[in-house]
Every structure is written in structure tokens, then in C-alpha cells.
């Protein structure tokens, strides 16, 4: 198949980045890994032109570039690294409409890349909902970029989208924003000069993550230390101030941009929903009933394929006792490849169901909501909220709990995890 642009989906978790990926891709993709790395990799095909046809890459979603999870650090990788098979040609940054602002800080961190860019707009109906309005064309403006209006949930938006996506090497990457240079000047123009590159921001992020990086030599690692070290780079305080930068430049961008109509309903239904789940007591009734259910579910529809799985094992053992000679060989083959794969095999469905369930609750945000519920107690144990799930998923499936543990940001919480 034909790729003539690769295209990356980035933006914060829970802006609706996968379901666009989804409509996107529709059934034309397939999930990997990422090389040297657990994270699943999902690569998708689109047309978004007459004669055009797009490679979508979903990356995993990310506050920030400044990784704090295994999973965030791939965004930044694919990004800077130009020889990486995943770096993209263009980008598609999802923002929710709800929360502009926060989602900005990431966009104008992916737009100093360099990479041309679309701006996709998600859940711009529910930030009407609420009382937000957004004037789309003066945003466009001030940003130099295209924005589109899209609700990945209603499938609305795609079309356009796809057209600004088969012009997107005609749109700026971004008005004159954060003047990133004068945080480090020294340091970063040292580090373009290392680098061999015109990137004031890519110099400087790979001043603050270089070490936690897998792009350069032992000899450019250690002249990127001895540029911090004569110049004072201090990276906590480099990384509050572009913080700060940014977040003023936003202020000026976002003025009179959004506004407040004063048609929020006082109390909407997610907020409703949040004041049960969250809840001291109901919150833990709740979930413990929905954990009982789940492996409840588990075990019972699992059992019926479990049962197909075994039966189709033995009959084949079976049949090859009797139509093969006997014999070493065949004692190999039928008792012990035959029967191996056979004991690996009856897992899948449960597993399968475990991770069904698993996919379900991250999406529909439940997955958050018990992690800020129970991170006080786990606290006590030295540990997070996001260790609740793995440990308790293991009770029924010890290896989606290990690959879902791998989104804890702390090394000593996943390792106790």
C-alpha cells in the first residue's frame, strides 16, 4: 500500500485522540511496539486526498514533552529523532475544547519542533455545553495554524480535517510565540552547535532529557553535561520558567478568543456521576461490586471457549496417538509441543475478556476516577492510586496487570507494583 505522508496524532490523554484515530483508520490498522520498548505502537492507513494516502501513527497520549512515563518519553523520541521509522511528516494535535488552555501548553511545545501541524479541535460541543465559546478563525490567527472543529464522538469534523491535512505542507507550523532562546541563549546556541541544528527548543530539550535519550554517542552525552556544567543549566528551573513563558504567551492568545456565554447548567451530568464514584463511601461500594462483576465475568464466559480449547487439544493428541507411529517423536510432538501450546492457548480468552474490560474502563474515564479514589490509601503503602488496578488485575491475569503497570511514572512503584 502506498504511504505518500506520515502523519502523527499527539495530545494529552482523554481528548478523544484514539477514537479520531479510529475514525481515521476505520479497520485498516494494526498494533505493535515501539522498538526497544513495551508501548504499544498503532499504525493506521487513511485517504485524505484525491491521490494522497496517509500512514496515521497514534501516539501515546502525553501533558507534556518532558516525559514522566516509559509512554510519554516515545512522543519526544519520534519527534526529535528524523531517522526514526515513526517520525512523521506532519502532526494532527488533538485539544480538547473544554480545557484549552492546559492543551496549549503541549502545542505550543510540539509546534517549536518544526513539524507542520493541524490544530483538531475535539469536543467543541461539549465545551458549548458548558458555556465556552471558542472563536475558531481569531485562534487560527494568532496560532498560525490551521484549526478544525471536529466531535470525534459524533464523527463530525473528519471531512475537513482530512482536507487541511492534504494542504498541510501550505500552513505555517506557528506564529511568532514563547521566545524559547533567551531561557539558556548560551547553552542552546553550544548545543545547535553540537547538534548540528537550528532548533532553538530541540536544543534545549535535549539539554534537559539527553541522558534518558537513545540518539546520541557517549561522546555527545558527555558534551552536553559539560555544556550544562559551564553554563549553569539548571533543569528544574529552565523547565518552570519555559512553563511560565508559554502559559503568558497563551494568556495573550487566548484573549478574546474564548469566552464565557453563562449557559453552563449548574450541575451536568458528568459532574453528578463524578460526586458517586468519587465518593467516600459509595465510590469503594461501587467499585468493589464492579470488580466482583468483572471477575465474575471472567471466569464464567471464559469457560465455554476454555472448555472448546481443551477439547480441540485432547482430540488432537488423541487422533495423533492413533495414526502416528509411536515413538519418541511422537511422544515430543503430541505430549509435549501439542500439549505446551495447548496449556498456553486456554488463557487467551480470558485474558482477552480481562483486557476487553480493562479497555473499557480507561476509556470511559472510570480508570481516573479510581485512581484519584484510592491514591490516599495506597499512599499509605508507599505507593499511588495507579497501582490499584494492576495489583488487583492480577488476581485474574498476571500479564495485562504487568503491561498496564508499565504507566506508573515512579520506577519504585512499579517494581513494588
Excluded at 16 to 27: A, I, Q, R, V
Excluded at 89 to 103: E, G, K, M, P, S
Excluded at 373 to 392: N, Q, T, Y
Aim: net charge neutral.
Amino acid at each position: 500500500m502506498a504511504k505518500d505522508i506520515k502523519i502523527a496524532l499527539v495530545g494529552n490523554p482523554n481528548t478523544g485522540k484514539s477514537t479520531l484515530f479510529n475514525l481515521l483508520t476505520g479497520l485498516n490498522q494494526k498494533i505493535g511496539n515501539f522498538p526497544g520498548i513495551t508501548v504499544d505502537k498503532k499504525v493506521g492507513y487513511s485517504k485524505i486526498g484525491d491521490n494522497i494516502q496517509a500512514e496515521i501513527i497514534d501516539l501515546p497520549g502525553t501533558y507534556s514533552l518532558y516525559p514522566k512515563s516509559k509512554d510519554e518519553s516515545i512522543v519526544f523520541q519520534v519527534l526529535a529523532d528524523t531517522s526514526n521509522p515513526s517520525h512523521p511528516d506532519a502532526i494532527v494535535l488533538v485539544v480538547d475544547a473544554t480545557n484549552l488552555r492546559r492543551n496549549l501548553l503541549l502545542y505550543t511545545q510540539v509546534a517549536d519542533m518544526g513539524i507542520p501541524m493541524v490544530l483538531a479541535m475535539n469536543m467543541t460541543d461539549m465545551a458549548k455545553n458548558e458555556g465556552i465559546d471558542i472563536d475558531i478563525n481569531k485562534l487560527a490567527l494568532r496560532l498560525g495554524v490551521q484549526v478544525v472543529s471536529i466531535s470525534a464522538r459524533k464523527n463530525q469534523g473528519i471531512k475537513e480535517l482530512k482536507q487541511a491535512l492534504a494542504n498541510v505542507g501550505t500552513i505555517a507550523t506557528q506564529a511568532e510565540g514563547a521566545d524559547m532562546h533567551t531561557l539558556a541563549s548560551e547553552a542552546i546556541d553550544l548545543t545547535k552547535k553540537a547538534l548540528g541544528t537550528s532548533n532553538n527548543y530541540l536544543a534545549l530539550q535535549v539539554l534537559h532529557q539527553h541522558e534518558h535519550l537513545n540518539l546520541y554517542t557517549e561522546a555527545q552525552h558527555q558534551e552536553f553535561d559539560k555544556i550544562k556544567a559551564d553554563c549553569n543549566f539548571e533543569s528544574s528551573k529552565q523547565q518552570a520558567a519555559e512553563t511560565i513563558s508559554r502559559y503568558r504567551y497563551l494568556s495573550t492568545v487566548l484573549t478574546g478568543v474564548v469566552t464565557d456565554t453563562g449557559a453552563k447548567k449548574k450541575f451536568a451530568f458528568s459532574d453528578k456521576l463524578d460526586s458517586v464514584l468519587t465518593n467516600k463511601f459509595w465510590g469503594f461500594i461501587i467499585f468493589i461490586a464492579l470488580l466482583f462483576f468483572i471477575f465474575n465475568s471472567i471466569f464464567s464466559w471464559s469457560s465455554y471457549p476454555m472448555d472448546m480449547i481443551e477439547y480441540s487439544f485432547v482430540w488432537l493428541a488423541e487422533t495423533g496417538h492413533q495414526h502416528l507411529p509411536a515413538g519418541l517423536l511422537t511422544d515430543l510432538l503430541l505430549d509435549g509441543i501439542v500439549a505446551g501450546l495447548g496449556g498456553i492457548i486456554i488463557f487467551i480468552p480470558q485474558i482477552a475478556i480481562l483486557f476487553a474490560f480493562i479497555s473499557v474502563l480507561e476509556d470511559t474515564g472510570y480508570m481516573a476516577r479510581v485512581t484519584f479514589m484510592m491514591d490516599k490509601v495506597m499512599r499509605k503503602f508507599g505507593l499511588s492510586g495507579k497501582s490499584v488496578v494492576p495489583m488487583i488485575g492480577s488476581l485474574a491475569c498476571a500479564v495485562p496487570s504487568i503491561m498496564s503497570a508499565r504507566n506508573i511514572e515512579s520506577w519504585k512503584d512499579r517494581i513494588i507494583t
